[in-house]
Nanobody, 126 residues
């Protein structure tokens, strides 16, 4: 599956953005999905994950309560709604996919993902 993340941009602190991750192919619904972010000089950080059907989600403590992950399998698209953004959220955001997992599984570890999008930059100004 090929992934393309988009929707990043420049936003003021306290604002909102919605990222999207569009997937090619007919097997999107068979993939567990996730969002990660990375700033220069740091490791890729887990942000949120969602199971194949969307029934299970998981968030990092730093975004819990502010970000919402969702997916529309009919549109082969995953979303990340980001509210109450702070400058600490500034990063390149990546989407990832992994096939061959059972329905309810969510994955926090980047090494377990097989496919990655190219990343979209989110910049939050103070």
């Amino acid at each position: 599956v090929q992934l393309q993340a988009y929707g990043g941009g420049l936003v003021q602190a306290g604002g909102s953005l919605r990222l999207s991750c569009a997937a090619s192919g007919r097997t999107f619904s068979l993939h567990a999905m996730g969002w990660f972010r990375q700033v220069p000089g740091k490791e890729r950080e887990f942000v949120a994950a969602i199971s194949r059907g969307g029934g299970s989600t998981d968030y990092s403590d730093s975004v819990k309560g502010r970000f919402t992950i969702s997916r529309d399998n009919a549109k082969n698209t995953m979303y990340l709604q980001m509210n109450s953004l702070s400058p600490e959220d500034t990063a390149v955001y990546y989407c990832a996919a992994r096939a061959g997992v059972v329905t309810h599984v969510v994955i926090r570890t980047p090494d377990r993902y097989s496919y990655w999008g190219q990343g979209t930059l989110v910049t939050v100004s103070s």
